[in-house]
């Protein structure tokens, strides 16, 4: 006590002391000893405090704004989990580039002559092998929607899967990937109908990757001839020489076959289809939208908040508090408001994907990819949006002036 | 333990003024005034005639459009706002007519309040606002909320609160207002121990002419001057 009035005084320098007895006399002094001491009020308390007061308000609040980091944590787990596919089925098999027909729009809409294709792709010193594949979309048993690949017999790609058979070799033989393989409950031995046909299943592959393993390999024969394509193909996958430049190679490969686009990342993927990119820009379209919302939310809790506490501001003005204070301690309630927004709505948006990876058709196509990055957008959105619907209220805040808050009794 | 000389005068006001509504409302019409470190002073006068204006100048609240005024040697009219929350921060305690205490925190908590983000460690913030609610008797309301007190604790707790940063003038602005009179009795009984005991400078204003009776000295109010 001592010390702290000496301090007390040396600061504001002509101050005198209180008599220490004042504070040492208590006639129940001895009452309090072995009682835990109460923990000292911090800021943060008085802010928490303020939230419990309109506890249902509260509660509104931060699902209102946490709805916006359900958008984004949903929107941005899918399009990642689309991205990862995409990124691994480009390698499947350990190709180092992807082959597509240059100025399409969709990938499945992707056609190439396969022997000249696979002539002028050989023809590059760098590259080793070439697979060529057909890809198709569609139904299979009481599956509307069923990605059928046409894949080469001895295509190169086949060695590093992991397969508990081998690989397809003759024309009635088809190959399953294990989510389509559970999902018609076939199993080696078994015969499945693709397009009127009967064909023998020879083994279960398991790539990693959702949009093979829910789909069906036939030899690419049988498929081209089943659509009536003889002679194309709609990808082909490139095995290059260890040490190989492989952008160096694609820019290569590009400008010799002009019909062609070599991809060798994600990144590269709308050369071939743009869905992705589409998908990037409308969920940007949303987490943008819910930062505007949530922070008008905020805002709007904010802005009454400020006002049915204008007295008790002012009080707290009058007692000593700065402005500054009083702004910090209204910006912070947002901020806390923001941060409960984002544990609410990183659970609810984890939820709604995983709800929408199992449901029937975009089991086989979407798993939702939850990265860091994902959640750091959410917690920065959140971070925007309170700051932004909080400002206003807390420079009205800060404003208070005691003479006038203390008036209106 | 303290080499500071001490100021003699509290407060120093010469030809303060202050106007509202566009200046056709004078709320203090030259007010000269002197109150000695120490006193206990009451001012009392109508309704309206300018008693919380002049706190309001006191406590540097507010800030008078003429006329000079220094409160422990400090001249408020030169203060920034910056140096005026400060001033209020250390310097001045205040009571209000109602308590204005936070419902939701504990008695301990309320008065911790002012000590938020100063300097003061946590630890001797608790201790400090136990020791003064010991003081006021209301050791054993330490984690009482202010619903569940009675006026009188009410507004013991935040006399508490105002004494907390260990002011040097106290200014009450009719702090029995909602009390009856024997609860005011014994709060104004409470405030003037105080006084003693630290020697801080206490103004109160009051309707009740009975405080006048314990106070040193009073001053009366109209029209926004000092009439007696
Ligand atoms: N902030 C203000 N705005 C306008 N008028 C005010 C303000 N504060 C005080 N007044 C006026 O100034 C006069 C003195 O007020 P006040 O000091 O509150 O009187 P008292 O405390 O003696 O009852 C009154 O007429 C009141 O209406
Ligand atoms: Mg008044």
């Given at each position: 006590m001592i010390s702290l009035a000496a301090g007390w005084n040396n600061k504001i320098g002509r101050l005198p002391a209180w008599p220490d007895t004042l504070l040492t006399q208590s006639p129940l002094g001895l009452q309090l000893i072995g009682m835990p001491t109460p923990r000292p009020l911090t800021l943060v308390n008085v802010v928490w405090k303020n939230l419990y007061r309109q506890p249902l308000r509260s509660c509104f609040t931060i699902l209102g704004v946490s709805l916006g980091v359900v958008a984004i944590v949903t929107f941005t787990s899918l399009i990642q989990g689309v991205r990862d596919t995409i990124q691994s089925g480009l390698h499947?098999?350990?190709?180092?580039l992807a082959i597509y027909q240059a100025g399409v729009a969709a990938d499945i809409l992707s056609s190439l002559d396969e022997d000249e294709t696979r002539t002028k792709l050989l023809a590059d010193p760098d590259v080793r092998h070439v697979a060529a594949g057909l890809g198709h979309v569609m139904p299979v048993g009481n599956q509307r929607i069923t990605v059928v690949m046409g894949v080469e017999p001895d295509g190169f790609t086949h060695h590093l899967i992991e397969a508990n058979g081998p690989p397809i070799r003759a024309l009635d033989e088809a190959s399953l990937g294990v989510m389509a393989a559970r999902s018609f409950k076939k199993k080696v031995g078994d015969t499945i109908n693709i397009g009127g046909r009967e064909l023998r299943i020879v083994s279960v592959f398991n790539t990693g990757t959702i949009v093979y393993d829910a789909g069906i390999t036939v030899h690419l024969k049988t498929l081209q001839e089943m659509l009536g394509r003889e002679g194309r193909a709609s990808a082909f996958f490139v095995d290059l020489r260890d040490g190989a430049d492989v952008d160096a190679v694609a820019a290569r490969l590009e400008a010799a076959i002009p019909e062609i686009v070599a991809i060798g990342s994600a990144d590269e993927y709308h050369k071939v289809d743009n869905g992705l990119e589409v998908a990037q820009s409308a969920a940007w379209g949303v987490t943008l939208a819910s930062v505007l919302i949530g922070s008008l939310i905020v805002l709007n809790t904010m802005w009454m908040t400020v006002l049915e506490r204008t007295r008790e501001i002012g009080v707290l003005r009058a007692v000593g508090w700065s402005r500054r204070r009083v702004l910090a301690a209204t910006l912070l309630e947002s901020l806390i408001v923001g941060a409960a927004a984002l544990v609410v709505g990183a659970l609810l948006g984890v939820g709604l994907a995983q709800f929408i990876s199992v449901a029937p058709v975009a089991s086989q196509f979407v798993k939702p990819t939850y990265s860091a990055s994902t959640f750091g957008v959410a917690a920065a959105a959140v971070i925007l949006l309170s700051v932004m619907g909080g400002a206003l209220p807390a420079m009205r805040a800060a404003r208070i002036t005691p003479s006038e808050a203390l008036r209106y009794e | 333990m303290n080499n500071a000389t001490p100021a003699t005068a509290a407060v120093q006001a010469r030809g303060l003024v202050k106007r509202y509504e566009n200046g056709r409302i004078a709320a203090l019409d030259g007010v000269d005034l002197d109150i000695a470190s120490g006193e206990f002073t009451a001012i009392c006068g109508p309704s309206g005639c300018g008693k919380s204006t002049l706190l309001n100048m006191i406590s540097a609240i507010d800030r008078p459009d003429s006329g000079a005024l220094r409160v422990c040697g400090e001249d408020l009219a030169q203060m920034t706002s910056h140096q005026s929350d400060s001033f209020r921060r250390n310097v001045i305690g205040l009571v209000f007519q109602l308590h204005n205490l936070i419902p939701q925190f504990t008695a301990t908590e309320n008065v911790q309040i002012p000590l938020i983000g100063g300097e003061i460690p946590g630890p001797q913030r608790v201790m400090r606002a136990m020791e003064l609610l010991r003081r006021v008797g209301l050791g054993d309301r330490l984690g009482a909320r202010p619903p569940t007190l009675s006026g009188g604790e009410r507004q013991r707790v935040a006399i508490c609160r105002a004494l907390v940063n260990r002011p040097r003038v106290l200014l009450a602005d009719e702090p029995t207002g909602a009390l009856d009179s024997r609860s005011g009795d014994a709060l104004f009984d409470l405030l003037d121990e105080l006084r003693k005991e630290t020697g801080m400078t206490l103004i109160v204003v009051t309707h009740d002419p009975r405080v006048a009776a314990r106070a040193q000295r009073t001053l009366h109010m109209l029209d926004g001057r000092i009439s007696a």
């Open positions: 499947l098999g350990g190709a180092d | -």
